[in-house]
Every structure is written in C-alpha cells, then in structure tokens.
C-alpha cells in the first residue's frame, strides 16, 4: 500500500465507490437492526508478536462460541489483517478494515505504535475499536475517545507496582533492557517512576531497536557492571530469545532478573529451566484459583492444544464487553450512544477477576506479582489492588 496520509485515501476511496455512499450516511439497513456484524482483526499473525495476535483472536473466538456463535443475539462475520506489528503499515491497514470492508467494531491490536496510529484513524472515523493488548498510555489518556475502549492494560498500570516490589526485595541498583519503541520506554519509565521514588538508582538503561533480538552485546555489558538486579520487557519471540540468551550468558540466579509478566506469559514452557526464578507483575497468571479462570483455561486448552495466557485473556474479555454492550442494545450495533453507555458501565466476569472500565475505557484491575518455580508460574500475592491509570488528559 501507498503511504499516502489516510484522510487522503479515504476521500478519493469515497468519491470513487458505489461503498462510499453507505459510509457517507446512508443506512446499511433499511429497517431494524442488523442480523449479522462484522468484525475486523487488526492483530500480528507474523513476526515476533504472532503468537500473541493468535492467542488473542482464539480467546475472541472462545467466549464467542461460549455464548453460541453470537454476541448480544447477532451473528458475527470475521474479517483480518495481519499488521506485522509495522507501524509504518498501521494507518492503511486500519483503513482497509474501516473503509473497505466497511468493519462495524475493529479489534485490534499488540504493538503499542501500531495502536496509536489505529486508534486516531478509528476515531476519525467513529469506529467502535477495543484494544485486546497494546498498551499505550497515550490510548487511554490523551487519544481516548467514546469509541475507544481497551481490555487490557496500560503501560504504567503493568509496571508501576514493580518498582516497590524491587526495592522490598532489597535490590537498590538496577539495569534496564527494553525495545526502544513506545510500549519499552512507557514500561521501562513506570517502573522508575516508583523505584527511584523509594530511593532506587538505575545502573544503566538498553534500548534495543524493535524487534531485535541480538542481546549477547547488552549481557556482556550488564555482567560487568553488576547491578543487584534487572528490568525488562520484551514479549514472545524476543521474550523467549531473551530469557535463554540471559542464562545462557551465566547471569541466571546471580543478578535476579524482573519485568511485566508479558515475559513470560507465552513462552514458559519453551523457555524451560531458563526462566526459573523470574519475577513479574501483571494483571493475570495461568495458576489464579477462580471458578472462571479454572474453566477458561481448560476450555483454551481444549479448543486449540495450547496453554491460555494473558493474551488470550484480553482477547477473551474483548468478545465479553463487546457481547455486553450488544445485549444492552438488542443487536443493534447503530445504537452507538446506548451501547458505548452499557459498555462504560459493564462489569467484565473475567479469568483475571472481575472488573470494570474506567471513565477513559481502561480496566481498573488487580495486579499480581507471579514467580517461575519448578516451570510453574506461581502467585506470590498482590502486588497493588484495584490499579486505576492516571489517565492524564482524557478529556472524552
Ligand atoms: C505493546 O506494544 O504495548 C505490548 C506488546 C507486547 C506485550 C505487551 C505490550
């Protein structure tokens, strides 16, 4: 595709289709509410995020069988694009799923750039989207909108609590190593935020470019200087790369290694011995003991052959909020005032604990802080109750 700007697009798109004129104003259905929506996937099936964009659209699609092929009374017809986690890419394919395939809600996506530039083509466009991973800040605070809404997190609220969780283990200096992209530097910046807050020092900070996965330099580097610990984020791919490379360098078990649990969510088994001992905090773990976790795990399991997972989960509670929303409305996808209402207000019965969304559309949820023993992610406890986002210049 070209990368001409979208609006662009759009407009030579519009005034050259007979589509145009639906999207123009007229109805799509001449009387009551449609019997069938579309839904567009804006997710990674390639590259370093696959896995997660193919646990997500499988959570989808189980809560989505769960409640008999339907959501809110109406049938659902899929349409997907693998958006490469490539930012560069994020305004056309956005468009191709609003514009083209004229999607009713977008489900999109991992890549907290990507989602940025989703997010202001959804809002041009008045497109109902809820965001299944990406945690930009940004999405929930000054790029929030009515339409917009996430059932994940955001960057602050995963890594903000870790900060403490560091200092009460008695580590005082610490490395950072994270992808310099939007989703590295907003993780990398809440865990310092409380850290140095509670007299922390950061020994040094390495930004590898997204997705390299070349991290033999930055363990030399990090082994000669010795800091008490390490904080991290990489996920999937990188994550697994990076996890191994970290014990194969020797560092495992002599500088404690840290992070969001997007770590490890994923690639604990693949990982093998070489994950043992991490700590991380996050807003779900495989291992939580509640009625709905219990039996969304085993349903994954049982319906794709692999372990469910944070991804998975965010991706199983989009499809519970979408469903909650339509309920509201009877189907009718057009009652746009009435459904972002009934999903603003709706309490999600979810694998990770109940919760709902805040006034900027972010769930205001629990955050556990897991360890790997013996290949298991175990629950330690909570590491910050009922974590709300700033959401600083939200003005929706
Ligand atoms: C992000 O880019 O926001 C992201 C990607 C993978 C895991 C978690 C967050």
Redesign the pocket.
Known sequence: MSDTPFVANRRQFLATTAAGLAVAGLPRFAIGAPTRIKVGLMLPYSGT?AL?GNNITDGFRLRLAELGEKLGGVEVEFVRVDDESAPPKAKDNAAKLIVKDKVDVLIGT???GVAEAMVQVAKEEGTLTIVP????NRITRELCAQNIFRTSFS?WQANHPCGDVVLKDGHRNVALISWNY??GKEMMEAFKESFTAGGGKIAKEFMPDFPKDEFQAYLTEIASIKPDAVYTFF??GGALKFIKDYAAAGLQGKIPLYGPG?LTDGVLAAAGPAAEGIKTTLHYAHALDNPVNVKFREAFKKATGREADVFAVQGYDAASLLAQGLTAVKGDIGAKKALYAAMEKAEIDSPRGKFTLSKAHNPIQDIYLRQVKNGQEVVLGVAAKAVNDPATGCKA
């Open positions: 995020f997660l991992v890549h907290s991973n990406a945690g930009s960057n939007a989703a996920s999937g997007f």
